[in-house]
Protein backbone atom coordinates (compact mmCIF):
# COMPACT_ATOMS: atom_id res chain seq x y z
CA UNK A 1 0.00 0.00 0.00
CA UNK A 2 1.69 3.38 -1.21
CA UNK A 3 1.00 6.31 1.49
CA UNK A 4 0.46 10.12 1.10
CA UNK A 5 4.63 10.53 0.81
CA UNK A 6 5.15 8.01 -2.01
CA UNK A 7 1.96 9.26 -4.17
CA UNK A 8 3.52 12.38 -4.14
CA UNK A 9 6.94 11.11 -4.73
CA UNK A 10 5.66 9.50 -8.20
CA UNK A 11 3.68 12.89 -9.13
CA UNK A 12 6.97 14.39 -8.79
CA UNK A 13 8.55 12.49 -11.75
CA UNK A 14 8.56 13.12 -15.20
CA UNK A 15 6.19 11.17 -16.86
CA UNK A 16 4.15 10.17 -14.36
CA UNK A 17 0.64 11.51 -14.02
CA UNK A 18 -2.60 10.79 -12.60
CA UNK A 19 -2.86 7.39 -14.70
CA UNK A 20 0.63 6.63 -14.46
CA UNK A 21 0.34 6.73 -10.86
CA UNK A 22 -3.19 5.32 -10.20
CA UNK A 23 -1.44 2.18 -12.04
CA UNK A 24 1.43 1.99 -9.40
CA UNK A 25 -1.00 2.37 -6.51
CA UNK A 26 -3.57 -0.18 -8.08
CA UNK A 27 -0.86 -2.78 -8.66
CA UNK A 28 1.47 -2.17 -5.37
CA UNK A 29 2.49 -5.27 -3.84
CA UNK A 30 4.32 -3.97 -1.01
CA UNK A 31 4.85 -0.89 1.23
CA UNK A 32 8.52 0.67 -0.14
CA UNK A 33 10.22 2.13 3.00
CA UNK A 34 13.20 4.05 0.64
CA UNK A 35 13.17 5.42 -2.86
CA UNK A 36 15.73 2.63 -4.40
CA UNK A 37 12.31 0.12 -3.06
CA UNK A 38 9.73 2.87 -4.98
CA UNK A 39 12.02 1.98 -7.92
CA UNK A 40 12.18 -1.61 -7.23
CA UNK A 41 8.35 -1.24 -6.99
CA UNK A 42 7.97 0.56 -9.76
CA UNK A 43 9.86 -2.22 -12.05
CA UNK A 44 7.55 -4.64 -10.75
CA UNK A 45 4.25 -2.92 -12.24
CA UNK A 46 6.14 -2.06 -15.42
CA UNK A 47 5.86 -6.03 -15.66
CA UNK A 48 1.99 -6.17 -16.34
CA UNK A 49 2.31 -2.43 -17.67
CA UNK A 50 4.61 -1.61 -20.08
CA UNK A 51 3.39 2.19 -20.53
CA UNK A 52 4.59 2.74 -17.38
CA UNK A 53 8.53 4.69 -17.60
CA UNK A 54 11.00 3.44 -15.19
CA UNK A 55 13.00 6.61 -14.13
CA UNK A 56 16.61 6.64 -12.27
CA UNK A 57 16.84 6.04 -8.80
CA UNK A 58 18.71 9.71 -8.48
CA UNK A 59 15.54 11.44 -10.32
CA UNK A 60 13.35 9.43 -7.09
CA UNK A 61 15.68 9.92 -4.50
CA UNK A 62 15.14 14.33 -5.42
CA UNK A 63 11.54 13.75 -5.63
CA UNK A 64 10.72 11.97 -2.57
CA UNK A 65 12.79 14.51 -0.14
CA UNK A 66 10.65 16.67 -1.82
CA UNK A 67 7.40 14.98 -1.09
CA UNK A 68 8.70 15.10 2.27
CA UNK A 69 9.36 18.48 2.58
CA UNK A 70 6.49 19.23 1.09
CA UNK A 71 4.35 17.55 3.44
CA UNK A 72 6.10 19.00 6.14
CA UNK A 73 5.56 22.52 5.24
CA UNK A 74 1.30 21.30 4.59
CA UNK A 75 1.47 20.32 8.27
CA UNK A 76 3.18 23.58 9.26
CA UNK A 77 0.44 25.18 7.14
CA UNK A 78 -2.38 23.07 8.34
CA UNK A 79 -3.08 21.72 5.44
CA UNK A 80 -4.16 18.06 5.35
CA UNK A 81 -2.88 15.80 3.16
CA UNK A 82 -4.75 12.78 1.53
CA UNK A 83 -2.84 10.17 -0.86
CA UNK A 84 -6.18 7.39 -2.40
CA UNK A 85 -5.51 4.61 0.24
CA UNK A 86 -6.01 6.49 3.18
CA UNK A 87 -8.83 6.60 5.35
CA UNK A 88 -9.81 9.70 5.30
CA UNK A 89 -9.66 10.26 1.44
CA UNK A 90 -13.59 10.44 -0.16
CA UNK A 91 -15.38 7.32 -0.56
CA UNK A 92 -17.22 9.28 -3.23
CA UNK A 93 -14.25 9.99 -5.47
CA UNK A 94 -12.57 6.96 -5.56
CA UNK A 95 -15.03 5.82 -8.05
CA UNK A 96 -15.22 8.62 -10.41
CA UNK A 97 -13.35 8.01 -13.98
CA UNK A 98 -9.64 9.66 -13.61
CA UNK A 99 -9.73 9.67 -10.00
CA UNK A 100 -7.74 11.74 -8.44
CA UNK A 101 -5.10 10.30 -6.56
CA UNK A 102 -4.04 12.73 -3.82
CA UNK A 103 -5.70 15.52 -2.36
CA UNK A 104 -5.07 18.85 -0.38
CA UNK A 105 -7.61 19.90 2.07
CA UNK A 106 -7.55 23.18 4.99
CA UNK A 107 -10.14 23.30 7.43
CA UNK A 108 -12.66 20.26 8.26
CA UNK A 109 -11.82 17.83 5.85
CA UNK A 110 -14.52 15.50 7.89
CA UNK A 111 -16.65 17.03 5.65
CA UNK A 112 -15.63 15.73 2.35
CA UNK A 113 -17.09 12.38 3.53
CA UNK A 114 -20.67 13.92 4.41
CA UNK A 115 -23.88 11.30 3.88
CA UNK A 116 -25.69 13.81 1.30
CA UNK A 117 -24.03 17.10 -0.34
CA UNK A 118 -24.84 18.90 -2.93
CA UNK A 119 -22.83 21.09 -5.66
CA UNK A 120 -24.64 24.29 -6.47
CA UNK A 121 -23.17 25.87 -9.82
CA UNK A 122 -23.87 28.09 -12.50
CA UNK A 123 -22.53 31.18 -14.49
CA UNK A 124 -19.92 33.88 -13.29
CA UNK A 125 -22.43 36.62 -14.47
CA UNK A 126 -25.70 35.56 -12.74
CA UNK A 127 -29.24 37.13 -13.36
CA UNK A 128 -30.66 39.00 -10.40
CA UNK A 129 -33.50 36.04 -9.93
CA UNK A 130 -30.33 33.65 -10.40
CA UNK A 131 -27.93 34.98 -7.37
CA UNK A 132 -31.50 35.22 -5.54
CA UNK A 133 -32.10 31.49 -6.11
CA UNK A 134 -28.58 30.34 -6.01
CA UNK A 135 -28.22 31.83 -2.34
CA UNK A 136 -31.88 30.28 -1.58
CA UNK A 137 -31.38 26.90 -2.63
CA UNK A 138 -27.46 26.40 -0.50
CA UNK A 139 -29.83 27.93 2.64
CA UNK A 140 -32.94 24.81 1.66
CA UNK A 141 -30.25 22.25 1.29
CA UNK A 142 -28.14 22.99 4.16
CA UNK A 143 -31.47 23.58 6.42
CA UNK A 144 -31.99 20.06 5.19
CA UNK A 145 -28.49 19.08 6.53
CA UNK A 146 -26.79 18.72 3.27
CA UNK A 147 -22.74 19.82 2.91
CA UNK A 148 -23.03 22.48 -0.49
CA UNK A 149 -20.25 21.71 -2.49
CA UNK A 150 -18.81 24.83 -5.63
CA UNK A 151 -15.81 26.11 -6.82
CA UNK A 152 -15.74 30.23 -5.03
CA UNK A 153 -15.43 31.21 -8.58
CA UNK A 154 -17.75 35.04 -8.65
CA UNK A 155 -21.37 34.30 -9.30
CA UNK A 156 -23.52 31.47 -8.59
CA UNK A 157 -20.67 29.80 -6.75
CA UNK A 158 -20.46 32.48 -4.18
CA UNK A 159 -23.92 32.86 -3.93
CA UNK A 160 -24.36 29.15 -2.88
CA UNK A 161 -21.83 29.12 -0.41
CA UNK A 162 -23.36 32.31 0.97
CA UNK A 163 -26.56 30.79 1.64
CA UNK A 164 -25.00 27.17 2.93
CA UNK A 165 -23.15 29.66 5.61
CA UNK A 166 -26.30 31.54 6.25
CA UNK A 167 -28.13 28.47 7.19
CA UNK A 168 -24.90 27.83 9.46
CA UNK A 169 -24.08 24.92 7.24
CA UNK A 170 -20.33 23.45 6.02
CA UNK A 171 -18.98 24.29 2.12
CA UNK A 172 -16.48 22.68 0.49
CA UNK A 173 -14.76 24.99 -1.96
CA UNK A 174 -12.94 23.14 -4.70
CA UNK A 175 -9.79 25.09 -5.68
CA UNK A 176 -7.99 24.89 -9.16
CA UNK A 177 -4.69 26.07 -7.38
CA UNK A 178 -2.18 25.10 -4.78
CA UNK A 179 -3.85 25.81 -1.12
CA UNK A 180 -1.01 28.25 -0.31
CA UNK A 181 -0.85 30.28 -3.37
CA UNK A 182 -3.84 33.20 -2.64
CA UNK A 183 -7.75 32.89 -3.02
CA UNK A 184 -9.12 33.38 -6.40
CA UNK A 185 -11.11 35.84 -7.15
CA UNK A 186 -9.18 37.75 -4.86
CA UNK A 187 -12.66 39.70 -3.33
CA UNK A 188 -13.25 36.10 -2.40
CA UNK A 189 -11.06 35.84 0.20
CA UNK A 190 -13.26 37.30 3.17
CA UNK A 191 -15.73 34.06 2.14
CA UNK A 192 -13.21 31.82 2.16
CA UNK A 193 -12.16 32.37 5.56
CA UNK A 194 -15.77 31.92 6.24
CA UNK A 195 -15.84 28.72 5.28
CA UNK A 196 -13.25 27.60 6.96
CA UNK A 197 -14.74 29.28 10.45
CA UNK A 198 -17.76 27.68 9.97
CA UNK A 199 -16.60 24.30 9.42
CA UNK A 200 -15.91 24.02 6.02
CA UNK A 201 -12.66 22.82 3.89
CA UNK A 202 -10.88 24.10 0.70
CA UNK A 203 -9.91 21.38 -1.33
CA UNK A 204 -7.64 20.57 -4.37
CA UNK A 205 -5.47 18.42 -5.84
CA UNK A 206 -2.80 20.86 -6.68
CA UNK A 207 0.28 20.93 -4.43
CA UNK A 208 1.74 23.89 -2.69
CA UNK A 209 3.00 27.06 -5.05
CA UNK A 210 0.94 25.91 -7.99
CA UNK A 211 -0.89 28.26 -9.89
CA UNK A 212 -4.31 27.97 -11.47
CA UNK A 213 -4.52 27.41 -15.32
CA UNK A 214 -7.70 26.85 -17.56
CA UNK A 215 -7.50 23.56 -17.52
CA UNK A 216 -7.31 23.00 -13.92
CA UNK A 217 -10.84 24.70 -13.90
CA UNK A 218 -12.28 21.52 -16.08
CA UNK A 219 -10.24 19.40 -13.90
CA UNK A 220 -11.94 20.82 -10.80
CA UNK A 221 -15.12 20.59 -12.44
CA UNK A 222 -15.15 16.55 -12.14
CA UNK A 223 -14.49 16.78 -8.33
CA UNK A 224 -17.26 19.33 -7.51
CA UNK A 225 -19.33 16.23 -9.45
CA UNK A 226 -17.31 13.22 -7.91
CA UNK A 227 -17.93 14.81 -4.06
CA UNK A 228 -21.44 15.53 -4.52
CA UNK A 229 -24.83 13.30 -4.54
CA UNK A 230 -26.44 15.10 -6.77
CA UNK A 231 -25.49 18.30 -8.86
CA UNK A 232 -27.89 21.61 -9.10
CA UNK A 233 -27.58 24.13 -11.93
CA UNK A 234 -28.77 27.81 -11.16
CA UNK A 235 -28.09 29.76 -14.04
CA UNK A 236 -25.92 28.40 -17.33
CA UNK A 237 -25.78 29.11 -21.01
CA UNK A 238 -25.70 26.78 -23.58
CA UNK A 239 -21.90 28.12 -23.63
CA UNK A 240 -19.93 28.21 -20.54
CA UNK A 241 -17.66 26.04 -18.00
CA UNK A 242 -20.79 25.18 -16.14
CA UNK A 243 -21.63 22.44 -18.79
CA UNK A 244 -18.42 20.51 -18.24
CA UNK A 245 -19.97 20.15 -14.84
CA UNK A 246 -23.42 18.55 -15.86
CA UNK A 247 -20.78 16.56 -18.73
CA UNK A 248 -19.20 14.64 -15.39
CA UNK A 249 -22.62 14.48 -13.26
CA UNK A 250 -23.61 12.90 -16.66
CA UNK A 251 -21.00 10.76 -16.83
CA UNK A 252 -20.82 9.55 -12.91
CA UNK A 253 -24.73 8.89 -13.41
CA UNK A 254 -25.72 11.37 -10.82
CA UNK A 255 -29.01 13.21 -10.76
CA UNK A 256 -29.12 16.76 -12.28
CA UNK A 257 -30.97 19.83 -11.67
CA UNK A 258 -31.65 22.96 -12.93
CA UNK A 259 -33.91 25.80 -11.97
CA UNK A 260 -36.36 26.14 -13.68
CA UNK A 261 -37.02 29.82 -14.36
CA UNK A 262 -40.80 31.50 -14.34
CA UNK A 263 -40.95 32.58 -18.21
CA UNK A 264 -40.74 36.44 -16.86
CA UNK A 265 -37.49 35.44 -15.45
CA UNK A 266 -36.17 33.85 -18.47
CA UNK A 267 -37.19 36.00 -21.56
CA UNK A 268 -33.90 37.83 -22.30
CA UNK A 269 -32.37 36.13 -19.93
CA UNK A 270 -29.26 34.10 -22.33
CA UNK A 271 -27.64 32.40 -18.53
CA UNK A 272 -30.23 30.59 -18.61
CA UNK A 273 -30.72 29.02 -21.45
CA UNK A 274 -29.00 25.92 -20.93
CA UNK A 275 -31.33 25.43 -17.85
CA UNK A 276 -34.08 25.27 -20.63
CA UNK A 277 -31.62 23.13 -23.09
CA UNK A 278 -31.08 20.58 -20.11
CA UNK A 279 -34.61 20.58 -18.98
CA UNK A 280 -36.11 20.71 -22.66
CA UNK A 281 -33.61 17.53 -23.55
CA UNK A 282 -34.96 15.58 -20.56
CA UNK A 283 -31.17 15.25 -19.38
CA UNK A 284 -32.08 17.60 -15.64
CA UNK A 285 -35.29 17.47 -13.39
CA UNK A 286 -36.63 21.03 -13.09
CA UNK A 287 -36.58 22.41 -9.68
CA UNK A 288 -38.57 25.18 -8.50
CA UNK A 289 -40.33 24.68 -5.68
CA UNK A 290 -39.62 23.68 -2.04
CA UNK A 291 -41.43 20.09 -3.25
CA UNK A 292 -39.55 20.16 -5.99
CA UNK A 293 -35.87 20.40 -3.78
CA UNK A 294 -37.14 17.61 -1.40
CA UNK A 295 -37.87 15.18 -4.68
CA UNK A 296 -34.47 15.98 -5.87
CA UNK A 297 -32.67 14.84 -2.35
CA UNK A 298 -34.75 11.92 -2.26
CA UNK A 299 -33.26 10.82 -5.81
CA UNK A 300 -29.51 11.03 -4.06
CA UNK A 301 -27.30 8.01 -2.58
CA UNK A 302 -25.89 8.42 0.64
CA UNK A 303 -22.71 7.88 1.75
CA UNK A 304 -23.46 4.90 3.57
CA UNK A 305 -25.37 3.05 1.04
CA UNK A 306 -22.30 3.60 -1.14
CA UNK A 307 -20.10 1.72 1.74
CA UNK A 308 -22.32 -0.68 2.52
CA UNK A 309 -21.81 -1.64 -1.51
CA UNK A 310 -18.44 -1.12 -1.07
CA UNK A 311 -18.43 -3.61 1.22
CA UNK A 312 -19.88 -6.15 -0.05
CA UNK A 313 -17.20 -6.58 -2.84
CA UNK A 314 -19.12 -8.49 -5.09
CA UNK A 315 -17.38 -7.81 -9.16
CA UNK A 316 -20.46 -5.84 -11.00
CA UNK A 317 -20.29 -7.12 -14.62
CA UNK A 318 -18.68 -4.18 -16.80
CA UNK A 319 -21.17 -1.85 -18.29
CA UNK A 320 -20.65 -1.74 -22.19
CA UNK A 321 -23.55 0.83 -22.60
CA UNK A 322 -21.58 3.31 -20.14
CA UNK A 323 -23.64 6.78 -20.60
CA UNK A 324 -21.36 9.64 -22.27
CA UNK A 325 -21.91 12.91 -21.85
CA UNK A 326 -24.76 15.16 -24.06
CA UNK A 327 -23.83 17.93 -24.27
CA UNK A 328 -23.61 20.52 -27.64
CA UNK A 329 -20.26 20.64 -29.65
CA UNK A 330 -20.24 24.04 -29.34
CA UNK A 331 -19.49 24.32 -25.37
CA UNK A 332 -16.41 26.31 -24.19
CA UNK A 333 -14.71 26.98 -21.01
CA UNK A 334 -14.93 30.40 -20.89
Sequence with gaps: ???????????????????????????????PSTPAE???LIHIVREKSTRIKVPSLVAIEASFKLAQSTIEKCNKLDI???????????????????????????????????ELSVAVIGTREPSLYGERCGELYATRFAEKGLVVVSGLAKGI????????????????????????TGIYPAENRPLAQEILDQGGCWLSEYSLGVRGRPNFFVERDRLQAGLSAGVVVIETDIKGGTMHT??????QQKPLGCLNHPEKFFINNNKARGNRYLIDQGKAL??????????FISKMEPLSVIQQKTSIK?????????????????????
Design 1 to 31: MLDRVHILTLLGLSGFGRSSVSTVVEEATFT
Design 246 to 251: VGFCQE
Design 157 to 180: DTTGHRGCLKANGQTIAVLAQGLD
Design 38 to 40: ILD
Design 80 to 114: HVMGRTDKDFPIRLKSIPDAPVLLFAKGNYKSLNS
Design 286 to 295: PLYSQEDIDM
Design 314 to 334: RVEPQNKNKIKPDIPDQLELF
